[in-house]
């Protein structure tokens, strides 16, 4: 398969994978802060530092399904732009401890989950 062929596919995936568990949160959490957008970015970021080390270390997988699971179904699945544009949304709003929550919990939650996600790969993977 080529390696661009793998990453569209991917994407496709991770995007309705983010669009379903975004809605999912936010019926059950409410819209009035982007809860959707922290979830999926937090289990993104958890699940990129596991398939790191399983893909790159401990199988040896193909550039291809490299290329399909992280680039495409977990780049499709995070959602960066959406967190930014959230934000912005936010601070126009005049919503500024939710933009500044939004931003602490994404990226602290986000960097922290795929170092654990790193650590767990490489003892249990």
């Not at 793998?6 to 936010?26: D, E, H, P, Q």
Request: proline share 2%.
């Amino acid at each position: 398969m080529n390696i661009a062929v793998a990453v569209g596919a991917g994407g496709a995936v991770g995007s309705v994978l983010r669009y379903t568990l975004t809605n999912v949160v936010g019926r059950a959490m409410g819209t009035a802060f982007p809860y959707g957008t922290v979830i999926v970015n937090v289990m993104g970021s958890f699940l990129i530092g596991l398939l790191y080390v399983w893909l790159m270390e401990r199988v040896g997988a193909r550039p291809e399904m490299r290329a399909f699971l992280i680039v495409g179904v977990l780049g499709g699945f995070t959602t960066f732009s959406s967190f930014s544009l959230e934000t912005v949304t936010l601070l126009m709003q005049e919503s500024y401890a939710k933009a500044v929550a939004n931003v602490v919990l994404s990226v602290l939650l986000c960097v922290g989950c795929t170092w654990l996600g790193i650590q767990l790969a490489r003892q249990f993977v």
